[in-house]
């Protein structure tokens, strides 16, 4: 039992991270574990016919034990990054748990079908013992041992993953997949990395259940199974490694193993089997219900610096008037993010240049046609009436929107044909018009989450652990802070962002664009709902920025603010560029306020 | 309040202090307004005022954090919809029309409440107001411009003859020549058929020209409250649109 | 061409009995917005619950009428209980579907622990065989035929020309217009399900009168058919469902009598990762609002 529970384990952490962490439904994972059993089985057996001839199975090549669970592993691996590549469409998520439902019971009726593969419906036996040297005797507590082990490490390997930046990032991805991409994430290569990393997982589960029972079949791994395995997640705590190892102890080894040692009904002796699914069917609806968190809530770490006074928080003096005003924006001038922002030669030529941009919806041309330059080192603002086309060009400049026709040119290079989280990492940087704030992170995760280039976050951080990119982090966090401090928000620091107030999720919002270190910030309509002293203080905010030199292009409805903030204003109506230049002349301009007052 | 609205003795529809929003965040803040019997009023402002937000508040499609929503001094504060249709409350939102429906059906779940014969009664009386649906009865709404659906859709909120009718932005996607009908021929007849109309509309100066009373919204509060010539021509109309001076107060 | 003839012959049976679980299924999803995996589960129980009746003495057809009547109930039930509470908390599009299975599972495994694991059988008489145009039906595959074609007229002209089918279609178009109308779409919701039901019901019983014998699984691996005729006629149309399950059901009974009756699951399966993948929307659907809800 304490093998099962070891082997249930590495594949309830393995689906945490994809689900819990992630945020990928795969249904599919138990064939994942399956494949893992099978693999280790055709590779350490030998070949059928000298195994007898009584089952037929491809491969049979008598490998070493443990290269054996090490190929099953990789190939595992393999395979989860092939079901990753059905969750990349995007489809509804319910559509993607369906997809992998069906392809679980695919797989079950493929491999239960075919004899050649694995030996069909019968499955494969005589899987050979990864202990077969030791005594019999004391070969089950070894085996614990091993297994143990193997969790051990497995659990340590985890934690580079679910915790640190890795997996903020994960969990930010997860929250919101457009948001992540808007601060530079690659989303795809990310999810990738997680199906692989998963597979890996269910691959040594199921390679080391299989060579401690010694057979493997179609029944042990139907989709229900799965279920067993999501059960024991979302009872645990969804997102949490230590709540996973508690339900994997209540769910899988005490409900469904449990239940054997009820007393035996002579006549039904399934009927306990069937009990502990029904049990478990029970607990999966209850806790969707009562507490979908789980025992053990996801922990997020606390990063703000205590003791805070609430007097920074909403009543703080709006920045620029404040003695501490210009300081802190230099402060985080100082630090890694916003670095950026200074353009090179100074000078004032247009850092982006939309071309004839086209884009149609159906039949609509949402944008048609608009042509305009944004200075480098100033705010240019971009305003129409409703159904303009506003949203749609800064999702254009972005690379949300695919355009049908036009240039964007950035900084001197073509980016209309780039991917938006490229674009993102050359300093295109944008703001949801409807906050989209990473929900279950903490507000100073938020802005960490958006800093480009994390060691923490490649492949090498992972590798080399926390010594690598601590420093950084530090960094980073003292960075968000001054951030935080100049928005008056650092007492907010390590609430969950999806507890802020509206006015502060817009906030953060543009505080989470800075800490990507945008070249070019794209803000839609930041104002827009803030209450009065908020929006003082992102006026000023913006003003401070454009002075240190960022470029900004804003998408705002409230004209005074546009007036005061932009030398150069460009008009939009019914997807076209009408009128450009400073608001003032604009206002009296007949065809402004046609746009305007006639709609 | 303008003492205009103050003669009415019991209004159709009217909103006391109503402040509502979604999540914890109030988008509309202490809005007042009545509409009586016959009154076309029209709400203004900028995008992102709060117009449409108002609406729903009424509606019991957001969520109120204070204040009320009367019709004909019944409180209906955040009664659902359905509830509404029956107290005689018509909404036509932009979203209007049942999509993959015929035009006959449309109207026949707009008189859903009605019994049989009262709604093929109905459905007559309700052609005679949109004559041009007639020859269109048989078609899928999904194959009609934009200026029919919406006639259709303001017809069959008329089947249950409701005495307030609520129309978010009617003319949202129309070309300037249909905007101008459709708040003419439609939108201020059905005031002068004696129903109790509350118009939020983009355009506002069209909309001012053919209410009777109009409310200005500004960052979710009225700042305006007049008859609708006066709104129109006064100074601050520009401002309100195009910004200035001074509106911001600390 | 014998043997196309005779696939075709028993793909249409088949297809009947997959396109009336499927237009269930997809009304059900069309007008309540919820992947309803418990379907299969409740597929499963009118099966047993027919084989219940069939052994204290009901006859057949009776049993096929009790059981979608049964089932009906536990839909209108499942809903009322377990999904429109979900909605109302606002619970996640996969959180709906983690309960839906966990509620089948539930469903499944007391079945088992009430009828024991094993295999059973109707033990119908195949019956005198009729040929016509080369196809050789059974009498009572002809009579799910039949069953099948009254079922979707019975729906269409619900549909269509009762108030409470025009209610049906207009709470899944717009459910905000629609309460603006009065209709009380909660209420249309639970009817959905009761229809959706039966459907359910009345397809469990035909599969195991058409399946030589049957256990547990029974209702999962059909559900996946189901799916595969509702997505192939764009989900949310039951029209598009009708003709999928046709599709489906000669497709994979042609292509399993020409290579081997095993791998009839695969090509069924394999045909809707292939659709899911390619065309989501279904091949009838150009753009329809309830295929548009599929994006994002």
């Not at chain 1, 919101?176 to 990310?190: F, Q, S, T």
């Not at chain 1, 029904?278 to 607990?283: D, E, P, Q, R, S």
């Not at chain 3, 059973?120 to 080369?134: F, I, L």
């Not at chain 3, 039901?197 to 559900?223: K, R, W, Y």
Request: one cysteine or more; glycine letters at 12%.
């Amino acid at each position: 039992m304490l093998v099962y529970l070891g082997t249930d384990l590495l594949a309830a952490w393995g689906l945490n991270l994809e689900f819990g962490v992630a945020g990928v439904a795969n249904f599919a994972y138990i064939v994942l574990v399956a494949a893992g059993a099978y693999f280790y089985a055709v590779f350490t057996l030998g070949p059928p016919a000298a195994m007898g001839g009584f089952q037929q199975y491809i491969i049979g090549a008598r490998l070493p034990v443990a290269v054996a669970v090490a190929l099953a592993a990789l190939i595992c691996g393999g395979l989860g990054c092939l079901i990753g590549v059905t969750g990349l469409k995007r489809l509804r998520a319910d559509y993607q748990a369906m997809v992998m439902l069906v392809i679980s019971i695919l797989a079950t009726t493929i491999i239960g079908a075919d004899t050649g593969l694995f030996n069909g419906n019968a499955g494969l036996s005589l899987i050979p013992n990864p202990l077969a040297s030791v005594n019999p005797a004391h070969r089950g507590w070894y085996y614990v041992a091993v297994v143990g082990a193997v969790c051990a490490a497995g659990y340590l390997v985890l934690r580079r993953f679910t915790t640190g930046p890795f997996g903020r990032v994960l969990r930010a991805v997860r929250e919101d997949e457009d948001a992540a991409i808007a601060v530079g994430k690659n989303v795809v290569g990310l999810r990738l990395a997680v199906q692989a990393v998963g597979g890996v997982y269910a691959g040594l589960s199921g390679a080391l259940l299989a060579g401690f029972i010694g057979g493997w079949s179609p029944s042990a791994w139907e989709y229900v199974e799965t279920l067993a395995l999501l059960t024991a997640i979302i009872v645990g705590g969804l997102g949490n490694d230590a709540g996973v190892l508690l339900g994997v102890v209540i769910v899988p080894v005490l409900i469904l193993q449990g239940v054997q040692f009820l007393p035996q009904i002579k006549s039904a002796p399934q009927l306990a089997g069937d009990l502990g699914w029904i049990i478990l069917g029970l607990l999966t609806i209850a806790f969707v219900f009562a507490r979908p968190q789980g025992l053990i809530p996801e922990r997020r770490p606390r990063l703000g610096v205590p003791g805070v006074p609430a007097e920074a928080g909403a009543l703080a003096p709006a920045v620029g008037t404040g003695p501490a005003g210009p300081a802190p924006i230099t402060a985080v001038q100082a630090g890694a993010p916003l670095t950026r922002a200074v353009p090179g030669d100074g000078g004032r030529a247009p850092i982006l240049s939309v071309d004839g941009l086209v884009k149609r919806y159906g039949g609509v041309r949402a944008v048609d046609g608009a042509s305009f330059t944004a200075v480098a080192g100033g705010i240019t603002g971009l305003i129409g009436p409703n159904g303009a086309g506003k949203s749609t060009v800064l999702g254009l400049v972005s690379g949300f929107v695919r355009p049908d026709a036009g240039r964007i040119t950035f900084d001197g290079r073509d980016v209309a044909a780039l991917p938006a989280h490229r674009r993102a990492r050359f300093g295109i940087i944008r703001t949801f018009q409807l906050p989209r704030e990473f929900r279950a992170l903490t507000t100073i995760e938020n802005l960490l989450v958006a800093a480009p280039g994390q060691r923490g976050e490649s492949a090498a951080g992972m590798a080399a652990g926390r010594w690598l990119w601590r420093r950084d982090e530090d960094e980073l966090a003292e960075a968000a802070r001054g951030l935080l401090r100049l928005f008056g928000m650092a007492d907010t620091a390590d609430k969950r962002a999806g507890r802020l107030s509206g006015g502060q999720k817009r906030m953060l919002e543009v505080m989470r664009a800075l800490m990507a270190g945008p070249r070019l910030l794209l803000l839609d309509e930041p104002m827009a709902g803030l209450a009065p002293a908020l929006a003082e203080r992102l006026e000023a905010a913006c003003r401070q920025l454009a002075d240190a030199g960022m470029s900004i292009l804003l998408v705002e409805h409230e004209l005074g603010v546009v007036e005061r903030l932009c030398e150069t204003v460009v008009v939009m109506a019914q997807g076209k560029v009408i009128s450009t230049g400073p608001m003032a002349e604009l206002r009296t301009r007949k065809e402004v306020q046609d746009a305007y007052v006639v709609g | 309040m303008s003492s205009a609205d103050a003669a009415e003795p019991v209004p159709a529809l009217a909103t006391h202090q109503l402040t509502a929003g979604y999540g914890d965040v109030p988008v509309v803040r202490g809005v007042d307004l009545t509409v009586g019997e016959g009154q076309l009023v029209a709400v203004v402002g900028p995008n992102g005022a709060g117009k449409s937000t108002l609406l729903k508040a009424i509606l019991g499609l957001a969520r109120v954090m204070g204040g009320r929503g009367l019709a004909d001094g019944r409180d209906i504060t955040g009664r659902p919809l359905d509830q509404l249709a029956r107290l005689g409350i018509g909404y036509v939102p932009q979203v209007d029309v049942f999509d993959p429906l015929k035009v006959s059906e449309n109207l026949n779940m707009g008189g859903y409440l009605l019994g049989k014969a009262d709604r093929i009664a109905r459905m007559e009386e309700v052609l005679a107001i949109f004559p041009a649906l007639r020859s269109k009865l048989n078609r899928y709404v999904s194959t009609m411009s934009g200026g029919e659906r919406k006639m259709t859709a303001i017809a069959r909120a008329l089947m249950l003859s409701p005495r307030v009718l609520v129309l978010d932005e009617p003319t949202a996607g129309l070309s300037a020549v249909l905007t101008e009908s459709v708040l003419a021929d439609q939108v201020r007849a059905l005031a002068d058929r004696g129903h109790a109309v509350l118009l939020v509309e983009q355009k506002a100066q069209a909309a001012l020209r053919l209410a009777h009373t109009a409310s200005v919204l500004v960052r979710g509060q009225v700042v305006m409250s007049a008859p609708a010539a006066e709104v129109l021509a006064s100074r601050e109309m520009a401002e309100v649109f195009l910004g200035g001076r001074g509106r911001r107060q600390k | 061409m014998s043997v196309f003839i005779e696939a075709v012959g028993f793909g249409i049976a088949a297809g009947a009995v997959i396109a009336l679980g499927a237009v269930g299924f997809t009304v059900q999803f069309g007008i309540s917005n919820v992947l309803n995996i418990t379907y299969g589960a409740l597929m499963t129980l009118a099966a047993y619950l027919g084989y219940a009746l069939l052994s204290v003495g009901v006859a057949v057809w009776t049993a096929l009428a009790v059981a979608a009547a049964g089932i009906a109930l536990a839909s209108a039930g499942l809903n009322r209980l377990l999904i429109a509470p979900l909605r109302r908390r606002g619970t996640g599009f996969v959180g709906v579907v983690i309960v839906t299975v966990a509620a089948g599972i539930i469903i499944q495994y007391c079945i088992v622990a009430i009828a024991g694991p094993d295999t059973v059988s109707y033990g119908q008489q195949a019956g005198s065989t009729v040929r016509a145009a080369g196809l050789v039906l059974t009498t009572s595959q002809l009579i799910i035929i039949g069953l099948t074609v009254a079922a979707m007229l019975a729906l269409h002209l619900l549909l269509t020309r009762t108030q409470l089918g025009r209610a049906m279609r207009a709470t899944s178009a717009n459910p905000v217009v629609a309460r603006s109308c009065g209709i009380r779409t909660e209420r249309i919701i639970d009817v959905t399900w009761l229809i959706s039901g039966a459907l359910c019901g009345a397809a469990g019983v035909a599969l195991a009168i058409t399946t030589v014998t049957f256990d547990f699984t029974l209702g999962p691996i059909f559900l996946i058919y189901m799916i595969a005729a509702a997505v192939l006629g764009g989900i949310g149309q039951p029209y598009g469902a009708m003709l999928g399950g046709l599709v489906v059901g000669v497709g994979t009974q042609v292509a399993a009598a020409y290579t081997s009756p095993a791998y009839q699951d695969v090509y069924a399966f394999g045909l809707l990762i292939l659709m899911l993948l390619i065309r989501p929307r279904g091949l009838l659907a150009a753009g329809t609002a309830s295929a548009r809800r599929l994006a994002g």
